[in-house]
């Protein structure tokens, strides 16, 4: 089965948005075993789409296009398509309710009605997320056509729930997919150390890097999901194995997502005072639904006298060795902690840049400290990831706090072992 | 003059690398006024490279190459277009020169060498960040053929340094684009009122819609920047006028952006109490490089005992109306003034979701309040957007917020009306 992705719009020709779609569509048609030999973009112009079009059909099995089906008059892919693949647009009356029911309480425009017109006897794929539906259908001569939607947090979830099951219904195989997820160790690094797993056909392991995380995706395509969950199994614990306790998790999304459950589930609550990240912790935790029962209060203390007047860090400590310092990030900890009755308190204090470094203290160096109510443990970020940019900065240092308060709660070890927290990253 | 763009790389079609080369170097055509026409992906595969080689060359003026330059055995790029080009490649000695002392001290492999061997008669581009060169040249039958490496660490200085200059002797032009921000209105909405703008050729106008806000670029090409300049400018005019201060800013990155430059210029400080957003307003606000000139303090209270501990909301106010009310709002905003003695506070109180909403008080009620010492303002989000889930309603709070406070900055008025503040995102 071979597949191409066509990209529609303008704004990636003029270089204004980089092209993530391609990627993510791409990494599924891997996933599911499906060969993906082009991936081309064009303009919203119709005849230059409907060459592209016919090129894409006459080569290959599979056709996913990516935008195009917004309100606006230059959103033509639909249009387009349904042309070439001599398929007429009609109502789709659950898709209409759908965007009416969004816009409830709001001025909805004329146009917003035309994405409810899709190709006759298609497979609907809903949009959560925003109002375009996408779909699924196939042409006169049997090939595949899917219609995603250009926003990523529209397509992403399009695409895991609609697309995939629609194209695995139709390559007749139950694809499982599990994530192995891992703090601490660079993408590059990890590659070597599993470059025997990676090679295999099914399950198929591949790496990926991502905010300064990174993380294993282990596929493995079956009759039934039983089937493929028990191929990927041996290769999840090899990977147990070779990388230990750097993975904080299988299947699970995040370091917060982690966190917020383990403090919940054994009615621990943290607390956290921020300097560099600035609120980025406390913002990271509280998007986990559910959240509140795991966190009370944060404290964003950006300036020295708010630190001493909220968190009752002493005048001296920060005259003496400076706000970005380990005592300065450990008296953040233990003042948040019996401010806030939490059991747990983080405190972060750095230099996220462009400005403020010095020799001594560089941009990039932070200094974490998570205090218990007994004990205090402190972290050092060291200043050698400058060009990596304030806000990369500031979320590894977050990722950092979380990576401490997880070693912490299941009894790892490691909450001060600062070497390898930038190391391959 | 019409471009085209041809990615290589099988690690691009299996998704594993975000393709950004074709970004940057959309970016830059643009700049010079080429039209860039077709973007494509093709992997590390010959005859699909000749194949799609010349497509490009029969329907493009200039084509341009990103990847496959490196020196490992499924590098063929440079092969395959020599081969298609009716080119030979030749030993281009400055380059192995560069290569060499790259490698001093350290040992090179027989295969670096062939990363100096360059199509004949090309303009070479040498690599400041890595050993492969790129190169220029003009085919038989005069179309424009170059070569970038794939790393944009490589791509990215050798574009702007070499490729750029070698394109400009080729195109007369100059572009020029306007970006119109605006927050409060929906693109499909915006669409609407400036569909004539929208289908103008040269200065184009178009909308995109991002985290609940949406702008509109507007690009002229002309012979000089002036020129291309004076294009865009009754279009820019055109659109103030229809949008008002609806638009917060052109040419501006975002809404923090704004307030923080606007507060620190006046020399003010802006403080925020969080519930819902859970310290995003204050990550916002810190991302922004020199922010530490204008915040000092953010408190997340997102348990009401820490409101009442840390911002004296009345555990009255709190019986009687509720955590997420207009009154719980105020009294945040006053607090967090009174505590941080900040000229303006902010307090955020809502019902993020997924769980906790209620028929008097549903998901995506928020209330906002902005506090200057002397007044209380408050701005309601009615509880509409649930759908939209629990990231987007937490950002479009946390944009809410700063656009109080812009209006407040620029005396705007509107402070309060919430009726449109959720219409048509």
């Known amino acids: ?18 092209n993530s779609d391609a990627a993510y569509v791409a990494r599924e048609l891997s996933a599911l075993g499906i060969n993906l030999l082009y991936s081309c973009t064009v303009g919203d112009n119709p005849e230059r789409l409907e060459a592209a079009l016919q090129t894409a059909l006459d080569r290959s099995d599979i056709v996913i296009t990516t935008g195009g089906l917004g309100p606006t008059g230059d959103d033509l892919t639909k249009e387009t398509i349904a042309k070439t693949a001599g398929k007429k647009l009609v109502l789709h009356q659950e898709s209409l309710d759908r965007i ?28 959560g997320c925003g109002t375009a539906p996408g779909c699924g259908f196939q042409t006169a001569n049997g090939k595949t056509m899917i219609m995603l939607p250009g926003p990523p947090s529209e397509l992403i979830p399009m695409l895991k729930n609609y697309a995939v099951p629609f194209l695995a219904k139709e390559s007749g195989a ?5 994530i192995v997820r891992v703090f601490g160790l660079g993408e590059g690094y990890v590659a070597e150390q599993i470059t025997d797993l990676t090679e295999g056909t099914n399950p198929t392991a ?16 079956a009759k039934d999901e039983a089937a493929a969950s028990a191929l990927c199994e041996p290769v999840v614990d090899e990977l147990q194995r070779r990388l230990g306790d750097f993975i904080y998790g299988i299947d699970v999304e995040s370091l917060e997502e982690l966190v917020v459950k383990e403090l919940t589930r ?10 560099c990240t600035g609120g980025l912790l406390a913002s990271r935790i509280t998007d986990i639904p559910g959240s509140s029962a795991a966190f009370q209060m944060g404290a964003v ?86 060009k990596k940019g304030r806000r990369y900065l500031r979320w590894l240092a977050a990722s950092n706090a979380l990576d401490m308060v997880r070693r912490y709660l299941f009894d790892l070890g490691g909450l001060e072992e600062a070497a390898y927290t930038a190391k391959n990253i």
Chains 1, 2 share one sequence.
């Not at 992705?5 to 020709?13: F, K, P, R």
């Not at 139950?174 to 599990?178: P, T």
């Not at 890097?209 to 596929?219: I, L, S, W």
């Open 1 to 18: 089965m071979y597949a191409e992705i066509i990209s529609v719009g303008t704004e990636l020709l003029l270089g204004h948005t980089i």
């Open 100 to 127: 009416v029911e969004y816009f409830k309480g709001r001025v909805m425009g004329e146009s917003q009605k035309k994405q409810a017109m899709l190709p006759e006897g298609c497979t609907v794929f809903p949009n």
């Open 206 to 221: 591949a790496t990926y890097a991502k905010d300064g995380e990174m993380f294993v995706r282990v596929t493995a395509r």
């Open 301 to 386: 203390t950006y300036a020295n006298e708010i630190k001493t007047l909220l968190l009752d860090v002493p005048e001296e400590t920060l005259r003496q060795y400076g706000a970005v310092s380990e005592q300065t990030a450990r008296a953040m900890a233990e003042g948040i902690v019996r401010k806030s009755g939490s059991e747990l308190g983080i405190g972060i204090t750095g230099i996220a840049g462009p400005g403020g470094g010095t020799p001594e203290k560089p941009v990039g160096l932070v200094y974490l400290a998570l205090c218990d109510g007994k004990q205090t443990w402190v972290r050092k970020m060291p200043g050698n990831n400058a």
């Open 174 to 178: 139950v694809i499982v997919s599990r």
């Open 266 to 275: 054994r009615g621990l609550h943290l607390a956290c005072a921020e300097s």
